[in-house]
């Protein structure tokens, strides 16, 4: 917490840190004044300070008594004697006279909050051991490195099939196995979520597949056949790569949450059709002539109908069996059955592999491929940039995408397991996962959200079974040109269209219940049918575009003022006395009070203007005097709202009001001043304050000072109690039972935490209380002057106190025991009656204020 204190005018005031090494001016005087750090020891030093000073002690301890005859009984609690309430003592928060008007944020706020979802406390990273159950890990590991074998071939075949030549293709597939075994590797030993799963994900290789295949018409067009491979592998680790930068900054800076405000039904739209391009490009996989919808006319045909009807009558068959059947084996089951089936089948035609693959129908063996070729300078020298680059869109597309779509599986994974993981952090895994991923000439991948479900409903819960699934990608990538032979091409085909089925039914059938406006669906609709008969690109850029026309439509709805209070029931942190409240609660409906939230725009202007116009002519309601703008909310202001801030103070001119801005971050203040607009002008229309209770004392002082009550005069101890008793004429005999207290600068009265014992009057000189937490953190809560009594509820709780009063300047105070006040009760009922009747009024003040500020925020 900083400090400003002005050495011309004495006020002193806590202020957030953010200000520390400015210079402001002092709102009472003007001066300009430098904002210091508060002393850490500052505690410590009041610490050593000599007790209070008792000058006029209680009758016990040989001072004056009643003048009938009554004596009291502190004893030796009497401060000066040695007594226990000799050493400082704490004050309870609700013996504050004003409670601030800044309810909802305490004062040691360091700037705007900004109103986003809210990240909980991150879990820690397991070890690998860590689950209690190795055995289950181990389980799920396998059966998730096996669907990620199957899912790996099939993700090799939706992006480089047709697109490499036949003796390239098993390059492409052991790149995908080595994305797989990186991805699984990293998931189990840097991620958070101690059973996820990780791989090529099919939204991404979707996207891959389309690049790829853009890449090789630009390739076949003007170049030979042997730039194919380099250019292509190129171009897909440059995809990870930008990908894995867009990762890792996003999780660095801790804008993940900022993710979540993608409109889903946008991303969607996406979705739902990369799920249809995905089923063309199955077509396209098993027919390598039929290069559009055109082609689906001569498919019907017996010849070509054999190539695809297995693959997609499976494929609908899996998808089917796989959302009715949510068993956390199901997946991996009929992903068992259905390659089993697929070899029974083929044996039974007593066909050989070889003639297999010379048909068309199965892949050719190959032998284990080194993936370090890339780095060779022949492999180098053949890749050609200007192709890559002119794919540029694909990629940062790409990147935009897989972002979004990892967000919403953590997402969906922390509310199913109910778990507390943090969504940077994994951001951060999959980022370094990528740019790995793409050295090693990889693709790029995410969380896969089936398989880590499946993971956890087989009791997985330790990254055990990630690794596990790591070691079998890592084996498959180095063996499986020795098994792939044996699998007919309609298997992974058949995988691809379940994936892509799914993405259509959970996209654009799932969600027509969630959306609760019909507008929304509709636009997922829209980008759907964008993105099939346009092209992915163009459903992204219409995306975009429809994404920002959402939220700038949606948030310009909110409301920017989250308050409009009245300085009637809403006053700054200066305890007053009590005539100088009474007149603040009569004329404190001359300041207006905009508390501001959010970004405001330059649209979000004409509500403020629409807001005070209708209050500066409503007649039902005192004249307004004064406007503050409160921007200790707004965490942004757009570069236009210039011109809403002119015409701001036009209308202040035209009503003769005092636009007080209050919290304005300094480099909007610059900004500001840099084109002309004074905040703080001669003709006194502007003014700007460092925070709202700064603007709102130097308001009520100006209330104070035109009605003569700003200035304190000295009073007597008399002249207070017979404006606070509601009998007068016990005063003369209760002060009698007061000690008199001397206070000397930087004392403290009592110390949080001490008992609480008595209630204190203040005759002269300033006090603050102020909380005192921990590494010697002290918040000032309130400024308590003369005529203003404290303490009054510590002679009734027994709780200690929970704040500390600490004098400003040279004090005199008088001091009630609760001890004496039980001998007033013994031997003047009245009097008692007279001072319980006054706490109890005092009571009913507080909660008539508060009943009043209550109404001012929610009317």
């Not at 009938?68 to 609700?94: C, H, N, T, V, Y």
């Not at 249809?276 to 199955?282: G, S």
């Not at 009474?582 to 959010?598: D, F």
């Not at 008399?718 to 207290?741: H, K, N, Q, T, W």
Request: charged share 20%; net charge negative; aromatic share 8%.
């Amino acid at each position: 917490m900083a400090v400003f204190h002005c050495a011309n005018c004495g006020l002193t005031k806590d202020v957030a840190d953010k200000y520390l090494g400015r210079s402001i001016p002092c709102p009472k005087c003007g001066h300009s004044v430098s904002i210091e750090p508060s002393s850490p020891e500052a505690r410590d030093d009041h610490d050593d300070l000599e007790p209070p000073v008792l000058l006029h002690p209680a009758p016990e301890e040989g001072g004056v008594e009643p003048s009938d005859g009554r004596k009291g009984q502190d004893g030796p609690e009497a401060a000066g004697q040695g007594g226990e309430e000799a050493a400082p003592r704490p004050i309870s928060l609700d013996d504050v006279q004003t409670p601030t008007w800044e309810d909802e944020e305490p004062r040691a706020s360091t700037g705007p909050s900004i109103p986003i979802a809210e990240e909980t406390a991150q879990a820690p990273r397991p070890g690998i051991f860590s689950s209690g159950n190795s055995a289950a890990d181990v389980l799920a590991g396998v059966f998730s490195g096996f669907s990620g074998v199957l899912a790996c071939l099939s993700v090799a075949c939706l992006i480089f099939s047709g697109s490499l030549l036949p003796i390239d293709f098993p390059h492409g597939l052991t790149a995908v196995f080595a994305t797989g075994a990186i991805f699984a590797l990293y998931a189990a030993f840097r991620s958070r979520i101690p059973f996820v799963q990780a791989g090529p994900e099919i939204a991404g290789a979707a996207v891959v597949a389309l690049m790829v295949r853009s890449m090789h018409a630009a390739l076949l067009a003007n170049h030979p056949a042997t730039v194919i491979l380099p250019t292509v592998i190129a171009g897909v680790s440059l995809a990870a790569f930008l990908a894995g930068l867009l990762f890792w900054f996003v999780g660095a800076k801790g804008l993940g949450s900022w993710v979540r405000f993608v409109p889903h039904q946008v991303v969607g739209g996406i979705l739902a059709g990369l799920g249809v391009l995905v089923l063309k490009m199955v077509f396209v996989f098993l027919d390598e002539q039929m290069v559009c919808f055109a082609g689906l006319t001569p498919a019907f045909g017996t010849e070509v109908c054999l190539k695809w009807l297995p693959a997609f009558g499976l494929g609908v068959l899996l998808f089917l069996a796989a959302r009715r059947f949510r068993r956390p084996l199901v997946q991996p089951l009929l992903l068992v059955l259905l390659l089993a089936g697929a070899v029974f089948g083929v044996q039974l035609l007593g066909t050989s592999p070889q003639e297999m693959a010379q048909n068309g129908w199965a892949f050719a063996g190959y032998a284990p491929r080194n993936i370090s070729v890339i780095y060779l300078p022949g492999f180098i020298d053949r890749i050609q940039w200007d192709v890559i680059f002119d794919n540029l869109g694909y990629m940062v597309a790409l990147a935009g995408l897989v972002v979004a779509t990892a967000m919403l599986t953590v997402t969906e994974v922390d509310t199913e397991v109910r778990g507390n993981y943090h969504l940077d952090d994994e951001l951060k895994t999959l980022g370094q996962a990528h740019i790995l991923s793409a050295f090693a000439g990889g693709t790029p991948g995410s969380y896969s959200e089936t398989r880590t479900m499946a993971a956890w409903r087989s009791g997985a819960r330790g990254p055990l079974a990630a690794l596990t699934a790591a070691v079998i990608l890592a084996a498959a990538a180095v063996c499986f040109g020795r098994v792939l032979p044996f699998i007919p091409k309609f298997v992974p085909a058949a995988i691809l269209v379940a994936l892509g089925c799914e993405m259509v039914a959970r996209w654009l059938g799932d969600t027509h219940s969630m959306f609760t406006r019909k507008d929304d669906y509709g636009v997922l609709v829209f980008v759907f049918l964008v993105t099939v008969f346009l092209g992915f690109r163009m459903g992204v850029g219409v995306g975009a575009v429809l994404a920002m026309m959402i939220l700038i439509m949606r948030y310009g709805r909110v409301n920017v003022i989250k308050f409009a209070l009245s300085g009637a029931a809403n006053r700054a942190n200066v305890d007053r006395a009590p005539e100088q409240l009474r007149l603040l609660r009569e004329q404190g409906g001359q300041i207006h009070i905009l508390r501001l939230q959010g970004f405001i725009f330059l649209g979000s202007t004409s509500t403020i203007l629409k807001q005070l116009r209708e209050r500066f002519l409503a007649s039902d309601q005192p004249p307004v005097r004064f406007v503050i703008l409160d921007f200790r909310l707004v965490n942004g202001l757009d570069s236009a709202v210039i011109i809403g801030l002119r015409k701001l103070r036009q209308l202040a001119e035209e009503f003769g009001v005092t636009l007080i801005f209050a919290g304005l971050p300094f480099e909007v203040e610059g900004q500001l001043q840099g084109v002309g607009f004074a905040l703080n002008d001669p003709a006194g229309v502007t003014r700007s304050f460092v925070d709202a209770d700064f603007a709102l004392e130097w308001c009520e002082d100006r209330l104070l000072e035109d009605a003569g009550k700003l200035a304190e005069r000295a009073v007597s101890i008399e002249d207070i109690l017979r404006s606070a008793l509601p009998d007068p004429a016990v005063v003369s005999g209760f002060v009698g039972y007061l000690e008199r207290i001397e206070v000397r600068k930087g004392q403290a009265v009592f110390r949080q935490g001490d008992p609480s014992d008595a209630m204190y009057l203040i005759q002269s000189g300033h006090l603050n209380v102020q909380l005192e937490l921990e590494g010697n953190k002290i918040i000032r809560l309130v400024k308590m002057g003369a005529g203003t009594v404290f303490g009054e509820m510590g002679i009734y709780a027994e709780a200690p106190r929970s704040a500390s009063v600490v004098a400003t300047e040279d004090c005199v105070i008088y001091r009630l025991s609760k001890k004496m006040l039980e001998e007033i009760q013994s031997r003047d009922p009245h009097l008692a009656s007279a001072i319980h009747r006054f706490v109890v009024n005092r009571l009913a003040e507080r909660l008539g204020e508060a009943n009043a500020k209550i109404r001012d925020l929610v009317k």
